[in-house]
Nanobody, 115 residues
């Protein structure tokens, strides 16, 4: 049993910053991928950023240069630093952790950016 606890969402004005955190707990063997997705109102879920155990990074073009994904392996935690936020970033953000046998999702945290 693996559980992901998300935090850090909230309301911010355009140009502001937020940092999302996702801590994994439970029977974790070996993490292959940690990442962040978002669900934009009225649209399907999309990948925002991810990092693999080998250090490979991916950012969606819409957030590259503004968002940074990082991990604290000792704490099994992944972060998403979001700077220069835009109203288009408004969404529910979900973290995802993939280990050797399964994948797990956080409960989601709301990010609202006002213009």
């Amino acid at each position: 049993q693996v559980q992901l606890a998300e935090s850090g969402g909230g309301w911010v004005q355009a140009g502001g910053s937020l940092r999302l955190s996702c801590a994994a707990s439970g029977s974790i063997f070996s993490i292959n991928v940690m990442g962040w997705y978002r669900q934009v109102p009225g649209k399907q879920r999309e990948l925002v950023a991810e990092i693999t155990s080998g250090g490979t990074l991916f950012y969606a073009g819409s957030v590259k240069g503004r968002f940074t994904i990082s991990t604290d392996n000792a704490k099994n935690t992944v972060y998403l630093q979001m700077n220069s936020l835009k109203p288009e970033d408004t969404a529910v953000y979900y973290c995802r952790v993939v280990d050797t046998t399964d994948d797990y999702w956080g409960q989601g945290t709301q990010v609202t950016v006002s213009s």
